[in-house]
C-alpha cells in the first residue's frame, strides 16, 4: 500500500470517527421537527363556525394511535396559541374518543388501523395528519422524508370535504397540494 493510500485511508477514518461525535442535538430528529409543525398547522386553517371552541375552552391537538413525539409534543404546543386558544395536546386511544379534537395526528399500530381511524374521522371537521413512517394511509397531511428532509403533502380536496379552509401560506410550503374541486 502506497504512503499516498495509507494517508487518504486514515484521513477516511478520522472523518467517519469525527462524524460520530457529533453531538446528537445538532440536527433535530425528524419526530422533532414533525411534533414542531403539528401545532403550529392549526394556526392556517379555518374551521367551521361549529368547531370553533368556546372562548375558555382550548384547541384540542390529539393524538389517535402510538405517539412518536411524547414529551416533545408537549412541548410544542404548550407554547401556541391558535386564534386566543391555548393548545390542549390529548392522547386518544379510538375515534370514539375524537369529540372534541380539532387536529389529530392518526397513526396506527398497522396501515389497516390508520386506514379505520381515518374512516371513521372523515365525517368530522378534523384535520387530519399521518406519516408515511406508519403505512401509505393519508390524512389531510401527511409527512414524509424527501431529500433527508421533513416534508408535507396537503389534500385541500379533503379538507373541503369536511368544512375546512387551508390557508394559501400553508398550501405553498407542501411539496404537493391535491387540489380542491372548484
Known amino acids: 500500500m502506497t504512503l499516498a493510500l495509507r ?18 442535538h445538532a440536527q433535530p430528529s425528524a419526530e422533532a421537527v414533525k411534533a414542531a409543525f403539528l401545532p403550529r398547522f392549526a394556526r392556517y386553517v379555518v374551521w367551521p363556525r361549529a ?19 411524547g414529551a416533545m409534543l408537549d412541548r ?27 387536529l389529530a395526528y392518526v397513526h396506527g399500530a398497522q396501515p389497516q388501523e390508520t386506514a379505520r381511524h381515518l ?9 387530519t395528519v399521518t406519516d408515511a413512517g406508519a403505512g401509505p394511509q393519508r390524512g389531510i397531511i401527511h409527512f414524509t ?3 433527508g428532509r421533513v416534508r408535507f403533502f396537503i389534500d385541500d380536496a379533503a379538507a373541503a370535504e369536511r368544512g375546512l379552509n ?3 401560506r400553508l398550501l405553498a410550503l407542501a411539496a404537493n397540494v391535491r387540489q380542491r374541486r372548484r
Do not use: K, N, Y
Not at 15 to 22: E, N, Q
Not at 119 to 127: E, G, T
Open 7 to 24: 494517508l487518504l485511508l486514515l484521513l477516511s477514518l478520522a472523518l467517519v470517527f469525527a462524524a460520530g461525535l457529533t453531538p446528537a
Open 51 to 69: 368547531a370553533v371552541p368556546a372562548a375558555a375552552q382550548p384547541f384540542q391537538l390529539c393524538v389517535l394511535g402510538h405517539d412518536p413525539f
Open 76 to 102: 410544542a404546543a404548550g407554547g401556541e396559541l391558535v386564534d386566543g386558544h391555548r393548545v390542549q395536546v390529548r392522547r386518544i386511544g379510538s375515534a370514539a374518543q375524537s369529540a372534541g379534537c380539532h
Open 119 to 127: 374512516l371513521a374521522l372523515r365525517s368530522r371537521p378534523i384535520l
Open 145 to 147: 422524508i424527501v431529500g
Open 166 to 168: 387551508i390557508s394559501s
